[in-house]
Nanobody
Framework: QVQLVESGGSSVQAGGSLRLSCTPS????????MAWFRQAPSAGREGVAA???????AYATSVKGRFTISRDAVRNTLYLQMNNLKPEDTATYYC???????????????????WGQGTQVTVSS
C-alpha cells in the first residue's frame, strides 16, 4: 500500500481559490488513476474529481467549471485547483489512488485502494 499525503487545505472566504496537492510517500505507479474525494461533517464521502493516465477527467456536477484536477508526472503529484469556492465546499478533502493498470476514472470510492489522511478546507461566507 502507498501512503498519500495531502496538503494545501486552509480557511478562505467565498469566491477565493485554493490548490490542494497530493504526494505519495513511497513508490506510486504513475499509470494508476487518481481522484479527490471530500467529506463534510455528518455527510458521506463524495467523489469530487478523477483522472486517468490519458488525462481523461471526471467531475462532480457541483464542482464542474470551478475545480480542475491535474497531475505532474515528474513530481508524481496530484493537484486540485479550486476556484470560486463556496461555503458548501467546506469539507475534508482526500486523495485516492487506484491499483492496477485499468484506465477507469470514476468518482466511486470503491475503485480506489490507497487513501490519504485528508486536508481541511473551510469556506466562509
Amino acid at each position: 500500500q502507498v501512503q498519500l499525503v495531502e496538503s494545501g487545505g486552509s480557511s478562505v472566504q467565498a469566491g477565493g481559490s485554493l490548490r490542494l496537492s497530493c504526494t505519495p510517500s513511497g513508490y506510486l505507479n504513475s499509470r494508476v488513476s487518481m481522484a479527490w474525494f471530500r467529506q463534510a461533517p455528518s455527510a458521506g464521502r463524495e467523489g469530487v474529481a478523477a483522472l486517468n493516465r490519458y488525462g481523461n477527467a471526471a467531475y462532480a456536477t457541483s464542482v464542474k467549471g470551478r475545480f480542475t484536477i491535474s497531475r505532474d508526472a515528474v513530481r508524481n503529484t496530484l493537484y486540485l485547483q479550486m476556484n470560486n469556492l463556496k461555503p458548501e465546499d467546506t469539507a475534508t478533502y482526500y486523495c485516492a489512488a487506484a491499483s492496477g493498470s485499468n484506465t477507469r476514472y470514476t468518482l466511486d470510492s470503491s475503485d480506489y485502494s490507497d487513501w490519504g489522511q485528508g486536508t481541511q478546507v473551510t469556506v466562509s461566507s
